[in-house]
């Protein structure tokens, strides 16, 4: 009796796959294949950025976090990281160039310091070896800190209690905590917590309606086109150097008005003329203007413009929007503990 009702039951079902379930598998095997293809090249997001020379400790990226927001050891004291790198506005300011102590221009446009410490180098020219050489050269580094000498910083972190305190938390066996290299090491030791997880990881780990239609299209075009050959890493980015114009001089693409010849400042190579490191494209759309030279404001052209110059490719307008939508899935969420603005140390 009961053995043709499930018969029945079993012909429903298939019946249901036939109508439904098909066309849903065929879809998912896209999402599948892209997610594989993706992770190959780009994926997966780590926590932190660690460093065997610097490990990250709590009491370092907390002293670290309150040195970020720190003017008093600028020579106008009007300066800290914080000023030209805003958390809210994704650790970049928006000019074109960076403004310094007493109002200096910096030679480039300053990138985000969320998920820096990953690359091989940090700056466009790659004239800084990690993030706690950035954060150590920067205080004497004349259009930043400005201040005269690693001692004067010194003394003006020694002067107050609190500092000391923290210093010496942070690194307990030192008989002198508080130096310009534990200033970095802390600071450094933050950078190195500033992971932003965004869209693109939701989409890699498997949840498939992380990213919308247009970003999946655009992620394929990303690679198809070549994009990843530079930019790649969990980070998308940051792993390489690269002439900028292998196709044409990027300054007649850009509008450059002043020509920088990159890495070759570093290495006096003729190899390395207007070689500049491949920079990250985490939060890239959160982060304009762009170009070492912050001459491009829109998104769209400077994604056209690396199709032209890095590629020899004119990309159409609808595939350079699906890259820019996938460049969105890009942008991440800033924790809510590095929002928060810590209190800094006052004189007794
Ligand atoms: C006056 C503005 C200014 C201040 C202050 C400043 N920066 Fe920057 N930062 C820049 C600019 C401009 C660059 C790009 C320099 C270059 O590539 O030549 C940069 C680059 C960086 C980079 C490299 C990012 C990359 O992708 O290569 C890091 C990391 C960084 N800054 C962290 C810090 C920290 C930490 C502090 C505080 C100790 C700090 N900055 C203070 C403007 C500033
Ligand atoms: C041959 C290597 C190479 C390829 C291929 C390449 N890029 Fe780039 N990309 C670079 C370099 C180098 C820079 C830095 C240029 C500069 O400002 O000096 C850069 C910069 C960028 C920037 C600006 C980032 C910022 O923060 O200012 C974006 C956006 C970008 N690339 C997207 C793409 C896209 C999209 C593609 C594919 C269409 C692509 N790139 C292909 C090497 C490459």
């Known amino acids: 009796m009961r053995a043709p ?201 498997g949840n498939k309606d992380a990213i919308t239609a247009q970003q999946k299209k655009g992620l394929a075009a990303f690679m198809d086109q070549g994009c990843v050959g530079c930019h790649f890493s969990p980070f998308v980015g940051g792993q390489m150097y690269q002439k900028f114009g292998l196709f044409a001089p990027y300054w007649e693409y850009t509008k450059s008005k002043k020509v920088d010849e990159g890495r070759f400042a570093v290495t006096k190579s003729e190899n390395d003329k207007y070689v500049f490191k491949v920079p990250v494209l985490r939060n890239v759309a959160m982060t304009r203007p762009y170009f070492h030279d912050g001459s491009v404001d829109k998104l769209e052209e400077a994604v056209w413009i690396m199709g032209k110059i890095q590629l020899g490719k004119d990309l159409p307008k609808e595939q350079v929007q699906d890259i820019v939508a996938f460049l969105h899935a890009l942008t991440g969420k800033i924790p809510e503990d590095v929002m928060t603005v810590p209190l800094l140390p006052s004189l007794e």
């Open 5 to 205: 009702l499930l018969r029945e039951k079993k012909s429903w079902f298939l019946l249901f796959i036939l109508l439904f379930a098909v066309p849903v598998t065929a879809f998912t095997a896209d999402d599948e294949a892209l997610i594989t293809r993706a992770s190959q090249v780009l994926g997966p997001l780590p926590a932190s950025m660690p460093s065997a020379e610097n490990p990250i400790t709590p009491e370092k990226v907390t002293l670290g976090k309150i040195l970020f927001y720190e003017p008093r050891i600028s020579v106008d004291g009007t300066v800290s990281c914080s000023k030209c790198h805003p958390i809210p506005l994704y650790a970049a300011d928006g000019l074109r160039k960076s403004i310094g102590h007493n109002c200096t221009e910096n030679p480039r446009n300053d990138p985000t310091v969320f998920n820096a410490a990953s690359q091989i180098s940090e700056h466009w020219i790659g004239n800084r070896t990690s993030v706690e050489d950035q954060a150590k050269q920067s205080v004497i580094g004349p259009p930043a800190f400005g201040m005269p000498s690693y001692e004067s910083v010194e003394k003006v972190l020694r002067s107050y209690a609190q500092y000391q305190a923290l210093f010496k938390a942070a690194f307990p066996s030192d008989k002198e905590p508080v130096t310009v290299d534990n200033f970095a090491k802390a600071v450094g030791a933050f950078e190195r917590t500033l992971v932003t997880h965004a869209p693109l990881d939701a989409f890699l780990k």
